[in-house]
Structures are given as C-alpha cells and as structure tokens.
C-alpha cells in the first residue's frame, strides 16, 4: 500500500531486521526491504527448520495443493484448512485491535479535547476527527457480529462473509471520514505549529498510554482499514473450498467490499472536482442564475458546436460544457478568444436525443450536416446542433448516453445531493475557496489514473491565468 511497506506472498521466508514493534516489523526478501505486519507471518523457531514445512510453490507464485491431501496439521486439517484459521484469527484479531485503536481516539484524545473549550472549538473536533465516532460505534457492532460467527475450536470452519454483506451499507460512513481527511491533516498542521497544542496532544497519547505515534498518523488508520477489508477478504477466499458452507457469502462479501471502496474513491473523485468546476465557473464572464454546483458535479464532455435557433433558423458558434443534468452554453469574445461568456443552459432532465439525418431538417427548414437534436418532451422545444465532423457528432452523441448513465448511477448510490453546499460543509471555513482538494488515500489508494478534467476543458478553451 505504500512505498515503505514490503510486499509479500504465502510461503515467502522473510528476514527480520527490526522487531522492536510488537505489531510492524522491518523485514528483507531478496533485494526489497519495508515495513510489515508482525501478525501476517509466523517466525520460524529454528531457523534451521525444512523448508517443505512451508506451503508449496509452483510456477507464477501459487500454492501447490497437490500434497495437500497428505499434509496436514492435526485434527484431520489440510494445508488449506490451516491457511484459512491464520487469515481468520488475522481478520478477529486485527478487528479487536482496531476497536481498541478506535476507542483510545475516542477517549484518549476527543474526550480530553472537549474538556479544553478554551483551545478547541466543536468545529475544529468536527475538522480533526470527522466522523470517527461514528465509525468507532458501527466497529463494535461489527466486531461483536464476527465474534458470534467465530468458531473457537476451528477457526477454519468460521463462517464469517454473512458479516461484512450485513454491514456494507453501514461501511459507506467511511466516505465522508476519508473526503475529511485532508482538512483534519491541514488543520493538525496548523495546530501543532503552536508548541501548546503539540504538548495537550503528546500528553493525551500518554494518559492513554498509546504507542509512539503522532495524532494524524492514528487518524490515518481508518482510511487504510477500509481498504484492506478486500484484501483480507480476497486471502480468505483463496484458502475458502467451494464445498465450504461459508464460501458463497465470502465471495459475495468480497464483491461488495469492493464495491464500498470504489463508491467511496468516486465520492472522493467528485469532491475533487467540485473545486476544479467552481474555478471554472469563476472563470466565466456575465454568469447567471445558480451555481452548477447546485445541480452537477462532474464535466461529461465539452467542445465547440454550432446551434441553430428558431425562427430564422439563424446559427451561432458556442462552446457548451455538458455537466450531468445540465448543459451550459458559452460565447467566445470576438477579439481575445480566451474569454468566454455565459449565455445560457439546458436542463438535461427534460430532454431525449435525436439523431438527424444529413440533409433537410423538417422542423428548421434547412440543410444540415452532422447533427442532433435536443427535444423537451414537456414543453415540446426543440435544439438543434452541428459538429464540424462526424467523429465529434458521434462523441456528442456518446458524451449524452454517459450524462444520463452518470445520473442514474447517482441515484442508485445516493451520491446526490447538493453540492455547493457540501463543498462549504467539507471545507475548513478559514481556507480560501478555491484550494484544490489534496489526495485522500495517499498511503492506501493504489495509483489510479489522473483525471483527465483538465485536459478536456484547456484543450478546447484557454483560459486566463
């Protein structure tokens, strides 16, 4: 998950170099050195041990399950049964320790700050914290259901996947814990500038005798938990039989962890763009009417098209922004081309796309190339558009398909609501504005593509600097 940390498989032998932390060692394979959990491996007691002790390796890094049937480690139990008691005694004990991770926060630092009304206020503890305390009570729910599902006799016939598609849509609080994230860092940053505050922080990590580690680094532990829940679950499928009563729920449960990781890298997508689209807005001479943060928050597609209005049929070159639920119509200022003007938008809601034919359009009277039509079913308005070319027609016409999947898919994960508003809620209200939203998961998140926001808007329209 970050560059500090060593990547490894089942069956790799590890070099401990440092074992002072009960919890993270520093270790060595091969040429690679890095961080990892102590809990995650078993120490070889006499380092002198057989490697055939050690789950098989074929070629490209699995597991050789050919012996499996003959090895095995009491009870009846195969090399499978016993990798899949170590990935569940991991999932029980790493939960049991993020309680009580979650718990000393709660208790050792929020409490102890609600105290000192003189150096806090409720807003900075809702800017540091977010909603951990909420995340700390839906933990203990969760944690106390796995207990229940957990077989202390054999660990390996826990059936434990009916707990995380129990509470996947209790898990989606996570969304607003990581998009806070980057603010609970800068206003930590600001604090601790001040030596009084980084002396109440050290002496709350003492009182609750937590281990050596700064404030932002413990608030950084849920952001990472969320995102190893698939990988926990994605291990224990591995040593799952199908046979297995718990194998259908896990793999299940695999897909909907999955799921509440990408809703929240989306949600966390669309606070980012949130900024960038307000600076764009501000950048538009003559707007009017609301913001199309009201409405929208993401660019679908943008480009330069020539409309034809009624009832000269007389044409106009515009540039339009197609936002989900709206499309914003733009003029280019005759003499320096890198200012636009608003001039007016269109409800997407209310329109369905219509492909028009190259020729004479019945309803304008004209010749047309290359065009569509945007039709109000209610009022019974008609737009009509032409791209230079066929490619950009077609890639209009694709960019419509994906408004309107955009906005259907918003309904179905609850993620609209109204943005401008959210925006001033995730914001620190003494930061500007227009400060870009820094990234979330720095350490969690693998490295996605950037967005390509940016580029889509200058490469069609300069814009002042």
Not at 67 to 75: A, E, H, I, K, L
Request: aromatic letters at 10%; charged letters at 30%; proline letters at 4%.
């Amino acid at each position: 998950m970050d560059d500090q940390e060593l990547g490894f498989k089942a069956g790799d032998v590890i070099e401990v170099m440092d074992a002072t932390n009960k919890e993270w060692w520093w270790g060595r394979i091969l040429d690679s050195e890095g961080w990892f959990p102590a809990s995650f491996v078993r120490l070889r007691v006499n380092q002198d041990e057989p490697m055939e002790d050690y789950p098989l390796k074929v070629e490209g890094g699995k597991e050789d399950d050919s012996s499996s049937g003959t090895r095995r480690f009491g009870m009846g139990q195969t090399t499978k049964d016993q990798m899949r008691t170590n990935v569940i005694n991991e999932i029980i004990s790493t939960e049991r320790d993020y309680i009580k991770h979650l718990k000393d926060i709660c208790e050792g630092y929020i409490k102890q700050c609600r105290k000192r009304a003189d150096m806090f206020t409720e807003e900075q503890l809702k800017t540091i914290f977010g909603n951990i305390e909420d995340i700390y009570r839906c933990q203990k729910k969760f944690v106390k259901a796995l207990e229940k599902k957990f077989n202390k006799d054999h660990p390996h016939l826990s059936e434990v996947g009916s707990c995380f598609l129990e509470y996947q849509t209790e898990f989606q609080i996570y969304s607003e814990y990581c998009n806070n994230h980057p603010n609970a860092c800068m206003e930590l940053s600001r604090l601790t500038k001040v030596n009084k505050y980084v002396y109440f922080f050290e002496a709350c990590r003492l009182l609750q005798k937590m281990i050596d580690i700064s404030l932002d680094g413990f608030l950084l532990t849920p952001v990472q938990k969320i995102c190893k829940y698939p990988l926990q679950l994605a291990e224990l499928l591995k040593y799952t039989n199908p046979q297995h009563r718990d194998f259908k729920d896990v793999e299940a449960a695999l897909n909907a962890m999955k799921n509440v990781a990408r809703l929240i890298n989306e949600r966390k997508r669309r606070l980012e763009n949130i900024d960038k689209i307000a600076q764009w807005q501000s950048s538009i001479e003559d707007w009017e009417g609301e913001d199309v943060l009201v409405r929208s928050s993401e660019l679908i597609y943008s480009g330069e098209l020539t409309k034809i209005s009624h009832p000269q049929a007389k044409s106009q070159q515009r540039m339009f922004f197609l936002f989900d639920h709206q499309l914003v119509c733009c003029k280019k200022d005759l003499l320096r081309r890198d200012i636009l003007y608003y001039k007016s938008r269109i409800n997407m809601d209310d329109m369905e796309i219509l492909d028009v034919e190259d020729g004479k359009d019945k309803d304008f009277n004209i010749s047309v190339k290359n065009a569509f039509k945007l039709h109000c079913r209610d009022t019974e308005e008609v737009h009509l558009f032409c791209a230079k070319k066929p490619e950009q027609k077609q890639r209009w016409l694709k960019a419509f398909e994906s408004e309107r999947r955009q906005v259907q898919l918003d309904q179905e994960t609850a993620v609209t609501r109204p943005y401008y508003d959210f925006l001033m809620r995730q914001k620190h209200p003494t930061l500007p504005t227009t400060l870009p939203q820094q990234q979330v998961f720095m350490l969690a998140e693998p490295k996605r593509k950037p967005s390509n926001f940016w580029q889509n808007i200058s490469r069609l329209t300069p814009f002042r600097k």
